[in-house]
């Protein structure tokens, strides 16, 4: 059967009516996952070249709209989506609680926001030569966060390293409205 089959299944567990923002997209990796199942895909980011790529990956989609802009001032009304996903993006935001909170906004009550980024880390390098503003972040200073943008409850875990990963250890965060 191949490996990946079992993430691909649980992924039909999700509200087929649910409104998902992926907050910092790039190229799309996680909008890809979730078109086929959700009602309606929002893919941000700032880059057009990130956009744009995004718009080629997804373009058998009627249900993905792709939007510039910056995610500490998003374009949508307060209470729009039923889920977001930032995934690998808060280490080059130089806010991250402004992302937080401007993501918390556009979220549904009874909505859900999953961050998954690097935990804490010391490969200082990482700042010259992948841009990174941060190096990682602590449980501890998510829920300081999640706190300050009206985040009822945090669900945090460490992910487990994957085999052939050289990187620094990841974590998965729900953060429930």
């Known amino acids: 059967f191949g490996t990946g089959f079992g993430f691909q299944a649980l992924l039909g567990m999700l509200n087929p009516d649910l409104n998902v923002a992926d907050l910092g997209c790039g190229t799309g990796d996680v909008s890809v996952l979730l078109a086929p199942v959700v009602s309606n895909v929002c893919a941000v980011d700032r880059e057009p070249a990130m956009l744009e790529a995004c718009k080629k990956r997804l373009k058998e989609y009627s249900n993905v709209e792709c939007v510039q802009a910056d995610l500490t001032s998003l374009p949508f009304d307060d209470e729009t989506f039923d889920a977001a996903v930032i995934m690998l993006v808060l280490h080059h935001m130089s806010n991250p ?4 909170a401007e993501a918390g906004r556009s979220i549904r009550p009874g909505g859900v926001l999953l961050v998954v980024d690097m935990v804490d880390h010391d490969r200082d390098d ?10 990682g972040f602590s449980e501890e200073e998510l829920q ?6 009206g985040f009822r409850q945090m669900r945090y875990r460490r992910m487990r390293p994957h085999t052939e990963g050289r990187g620094p250890g990841l974590f998965a965060a729900a953060l429930f409205k």
Not at 97 to 100: A, S
Not at 144 to 149: L, R
């Open 144 to 149: 300081s966060w999640a706190d300050t943008a």
């Open 126 to 135: 990482y700042r010259v030569t992948m841009g990174h503003e941060h190096l």
């Open 97 to 100: 609680v402004d992302v937080i």
